[in-house]
């Protein structure tokens, strides 16, 4: 289950949800699992609730990402009107870090805290053929006192290769998601999980972390090369996808892994596969040395993402991300730009920190071109439940006393945390304009250039940047001629519709 909010917004597959089902499946394969994803079926919560009370199903399950938080309790509130004798299961990145709201007004009844196969199935079983379930590790569920019963922390999965492959079958085929005009025909992979740094803002360490006494330590771990490629083939060649999106937090921790995987992916010699990855600019330049960098543009790395997030030491320390710097980011980017041209480069910077101003963030502003990235991102700071940073914006009061309820708004694009020197709507102003002024730091030869690049997805790219532009140039000069000088069209999600079936 899946319920959106924008049709443009979710153009990827949820693929935690096909390694749940894969799991359940393997242990159970006469349970009985469908997989509703509401966007591609243009299913609207009429329709959903329609066919729940035709199918009854004896369990809902939903994962969440923050702005989604209050779709799933209407789901959850959904499928007990259809069957009251449903049961409700919640996990992902934010549920089960705020128990006592999602086993309340959150309609869960039990939440799978952390990497999901293994407890979810666990609780499958226990539920359908009896058991303690406080045996069942990795649980979050009310006790009849109605206190919350936390069964502790299960160990993560040791051997990745041992998951079974995710039950691609059971995905509606999403190519025609027409919102995905960058990234048509792709399909999520991951070559491994969790992450080496511990950067305060992030849910990707932190949930496939190892747990401590309410802590989080990070952790990693990857699948062999030969299952990725593996995992690969399977959807090139019976699913026909050609576009990867490799969902690892830090693809390229591991020279020597990647260059096992790059010398297996060439060998096969596919047509026209394309990836796209997150990086991280400390190990970039080893692996650009050993000449592995160069194998993974040969398997068709063409899109290369990188947090940069900002500029000082300090900011770095109060994030906790480690190991950057000014002098290796310019020649990081430097060599990417001369010595790997087709790849494009999508930088992203965080903004509202407790001690921004409009002059530090002008200059993060400058900082951030002069690093000639092709795409350049300003997300406002928004600290995720489970987080270091959600810990501490709500002990220092950044979040004011805002709830659960609010979490909606919880999306990287709009404030939600107090600064010290700028309101929420002078910060809110500051990162549209940011965003907006983007756009002039491309009116360079480059742009002219990569519009005509024999590289598919540079040029795709700057002829999406070009097309985006123009609407929204066209757009604020319609605004301006009616009067209107405030101008508010660079805040994407707020921007985007519900689909006209949404409520269907
Ligand atoms: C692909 C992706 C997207 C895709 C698709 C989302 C999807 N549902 O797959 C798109 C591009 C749409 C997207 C958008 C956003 N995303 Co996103 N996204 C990811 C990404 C890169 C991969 C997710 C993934 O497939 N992981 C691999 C699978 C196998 O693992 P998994 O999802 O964690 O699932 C396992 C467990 O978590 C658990 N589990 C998960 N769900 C459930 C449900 C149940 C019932 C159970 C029992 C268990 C369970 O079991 C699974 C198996 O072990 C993650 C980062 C990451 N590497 O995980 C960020 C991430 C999930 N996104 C994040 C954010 C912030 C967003 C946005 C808000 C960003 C924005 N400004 O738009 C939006 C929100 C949109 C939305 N729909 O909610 C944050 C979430 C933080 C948080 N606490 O909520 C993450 C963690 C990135 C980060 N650096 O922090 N995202
Ligand atoms: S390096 Fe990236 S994936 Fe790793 S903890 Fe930091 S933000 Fe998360």
Redesign the pocket.
Known sequence: M?P??SEA????????????AA?LRESMPDVEIKLIDCPVQKMGWGSLEALMREWQPDMV????????VHESAKLFRTAKRANPECIT??????LP?VPEWSLGPGGCDYL?F????I??TE?VTTLRYGGDLSTVAGLRYLDKDGSVLDTGFRPLIKNLDDLPL?AYDLMPRISHRKGASLFQNSF?I?KG?GCIDT?S????WT??GAWKNGKPRPRYRVKSPERVVREMEILHRQYGYDNF?F???TFNIDPVWNNEWADQVISKKWKDIAWYG?FRADSYEREHKMGVFKKLVQTGLHWYLI?VERETAEDYAFLSKHNYDTNSMHAMFESLRVDYPQVVRHATFIIGLPDDTREKLDRLFDYAVSLRPDFIAF?TI?P????PLWNQAIAEGWLEDKGMDELKE????QPVMKTNHLSMQEMLEVANTMNRNVFSAYVRWDTVRSLVSRSRARRGYYQFMVAVGAKTMAQHMYDSMRGKTSFSHLNV?KDMVKPHWYDL
């Open positions: 899946w959106i909010l917004d979710n153009f990827l597959i949820p693929l935690g949800y096909l390694c749940l799991a399950c939903a994962g969440d990402e923050a702005i989604y299961v919640g996990g992902g990145f934010t870090h799978v952390g990497e999901g196969e407890t979810f609780l995710p999520n991951e999980r950067c803002f992030c849910a990707i949930q496939m999106m969902v690892d937090g997150f947090g997300q928004s995720e439940p489970g987080t919880f999306y990287w694009w999600i």
